[in-house]
């Protein structure tokens, strides 16, 4: 079956820029009945959707974070990541990479284990 | 953004008891577009119920979702000892999608 898995730095400083990456097994990122995205959820609350992409290169993003956020496809790498520009302790949490239907089927059906990441100097 | 509030913050209750946990919207949700989440410690969460009444795919009957415009309810009909855990609702009708801090589950 379809499996997500997220890998990316565990520990970074104040103001970097770090990228994390889901690799897509068992299924293609290209695919035409779903869109992948990203979630976020600091320890102790709840979940926070961060953004979504379509292969095709369309994406969609939370207008709080939208500023500080890009996500890409790497089809040939059958991949997508997040990119999460000048991070501040707020931004510590867990990044779960999740997929979901065609609009407005928006529901998270699939979600990978989850990364802790821990902003801090 | 529609700010989803979720009541009892804690529900403790023994197995094989009904548990019955609300979500309200900041807002009337179009279509029902409402889901909700199982989450279990240092898990991802796991989609239980969407369009506010349908189950994903495995999930057990005893977990049932109600409701409309506003207002929306998880049942759960009788406990099982792998069901406490922390329950989210999200929805989904207009962006930005957000979820409610959850309900947790856990034993009397």
């Known amino acids: 079956q379809v499996q997500l898995q997220e890998s990316g730095p565990r520990l970074v400083k104040p103001s970097e820029t770090p990228s994390l990456t889901c690799t897509v097994s068992g299924g293609s990122v290209r695919s035409s009945d779903y869109f992948w995205g990203w979630i976020r959820q600091p320890p102790g609350k709840g979940p926070q959707w961060i953004g979504s992409m379509f292969h095709s290169g369309s ?21 997508f990541s997040l990119r999460l520009n000048s991070v501040t302790a707020a931004d510590t949490a867990v990044y779960y990479c999740v997929r979901h239907g065609a609009f407005p089927h928006w529901y998270f059906d699939l979600w990978g284990r989850g990364t802790l990441v821990t902003v801090s100097s | ?23 309200r919207a900041s807002q009337s949700l179009g279509n029902s577009y409402l889901a909700w989440y199982q989450q279990k410690p240092g898990q991802a969460p796991r989609l239980l119920i969407y369009g506010a009444s349908n189950r994903a795919t495995g999930v ?49």
Request: hydrophobic content about 25%; proline content about 8%.
């Open chain 2, 1 to 23: 953004e529609i700010v989803l509030t979720q009541s009892p913050g804690t529900l403790s209750l023994s197995p094989g008891e009904r548990a019955t946990l609300s979500c």
């Open chain 2, 60 to 108: 057990p009957d005893r977990f049932s979702g109600s409701g409309s415009g506003a207002d929306f309810t998880l049942t759960i009909s009788r406990l099982e000892p792998e069901d406490f855990a922390v329950y989210h609702c999200q929805h989904y009708g207009t962006s930005p999608f957000t979820f409610g801090p959850g309900t947790k589950v856990d034993i009397k």
């Open chain 1, 59 to 79: 994406t969609y993003y939370n207008p709080s974070l939208k500023s500080r956020v890009t996500i890409s496809v790497d089809t040939s790498k059958n991949q």
